[in-house]
T-cell receptor
Framework: AAGVIQSPRHLIKEKRETATLKCYPI?????VYWYQQGPGQDPQFLIS???????DKGSIPDRFSAQQFSDYHSELNMSSLELGDSALYFC?????????????????FGAGSRLTVL | LAKTTQPISMDSYEGQEVNITCSHN???????ITWYQQFPSQGPRFIIQ???TKVTNEVASLFIPADRKSSTLSLPRVSLSDTAVYYC??????????????FGTGTLLAVQP
C-alpha cells in the first residue's frame, strides 16, 4: 500500500540558509501534519492542513511556513536556519472521521527528513 | 487533551509478555486511547486503539478498565525487534481537522536476548 512519502531524506544546510521539505500524503487522505523531533526528544507538533487550509498550529517558529497544494502534497519552508533546527521532520497524513463512535483519526507517518544545520 | 503518564523505560527478555501501563485520569467521554510505536530515526507507527474493555489485533492487546483512567498495552512474546519507544495518547473521537496527536514522554522498551 502507498505510504507517506517525504523528500529529501537527508539535508545539510548552513546557518541562515533556507530549506524546503516536501510531503506526499497517502492518496485520498485529506489532512497533513508536520512534526519536529530533536535528538532524544519526543515528536513536537508544528502545523496541520485540512483540505489545503491550515487547520491547526503548534510550536512552529515564525521562521517556518508551510502550505498544502492542490494535489494535496505539502511543503515545509524553513528560513534563517539555526543550529537548533537540526532535527528529524516527520509528515503524517490521515483521513478525517466524522461519525461519532468511529474512533479517533489514525495518523500514518512518513520516514522523515533529517535536517542538519552546520 | 488528557495528560498521560507512562513509565520512562522498561526492560524485558525475548519471549516474555510485556505490559506497559498508562494513566490518563482526565480522560473525557469522547476520548479514545491510542498507542504508537517508534523505532530510532523512524516515524511513529500506529499499534492499537480502544475505548473500553479489551481490544486485540495481530500485534498487541489493549486493556481498558471500566473507569478508563488507565490502560495497559500488552505485547505477547516480545522479540529484539520490539525494542522501541511506545507512546500512549488520548485522542478525541472523530476529532475533525484539529485532531492532532500530542506526544508526551513515551516508554523506551529494551528487549534483551
Amino acid at each position: 500500500a502507498a505510504g507517506v512519502i517525504q523528500s529529501p531524506r537527508h539535508l545539510i544546510k548552513e546557518k541562515r540558509e533556507t530549506a524546503t521539505l516536501k510531503c506526499y500524503p497517502i492518496p485520498r487522505h485529506d489532512t497533513v501534519y508536520w512534526y519536529q523531533q530533536g535528538p532524544g526528544q519526543d515528536p513536537q507538533f508544528l502545523i496541520s492542513f485540512y483540505e489545503k487550509m491550515q487547520s491547526d498550529k503548534g510550536s512552529i517558529p515564525d521562521r517556518f511556513s508551510a502550505q498544502q497544494f492542490s494535489d494535496y502534497h505539502s511543503e515545509l519552508n524553513m528560513s534563517s536556519l539555526e543550529l537548533g533546527d537540526s532535527a528529524l521532520y516527520f509528515c503524517a497524513s490521515s483521513l478525517q472521521l466524522y461519525t461519532q463512535g468511529s474512533g479517533a483519526n489514525v495518523l500514518t507517518f512518513g520516514a522523515g527528513s533529517r535536517l542538519t544545520v552546520l | 487533551l488528557a495528560k498521560t503518564t507512562q513509565p520512562i523505560s522498561m526492560d524485558s527478555y525475548e519471549g516474555q509478555e510485556v505490559n506497559i501501563t498508562c494513566s490518563h485520569n482526565n480522560i473525557a467521554t469522547n476520548d479514545y486511547i491510542t498507542w504508537y510505536q517508534q523505532f530510532p530515526s523512524q516515524g511513529p507507527r500506529f499499534i492499537i486503539q480502544g475505548y473500553k474493555t479489551k481490544v486485540t489485533n495481530e500485534v498487541a492487546s489493549l486493556f481498558i478498565p471500566a473507569d478508563r483512567k488507565s490502560s495497559t498495552l500488552s505485547l505477547p512474546r516480545v522479540s529484539l525487534s520490539d525494542t522501541a519507544v511506545y507512546y500512549c495518547l488520548v485522542v478525541k473521537d472523530y476529532g475533525g481537522a484539529t485532531n492532532k496527536l500530542i506526544f508526551g514522554t513515551g516508554t523506551l522498551l529494551a528487549v534483551q536476548p
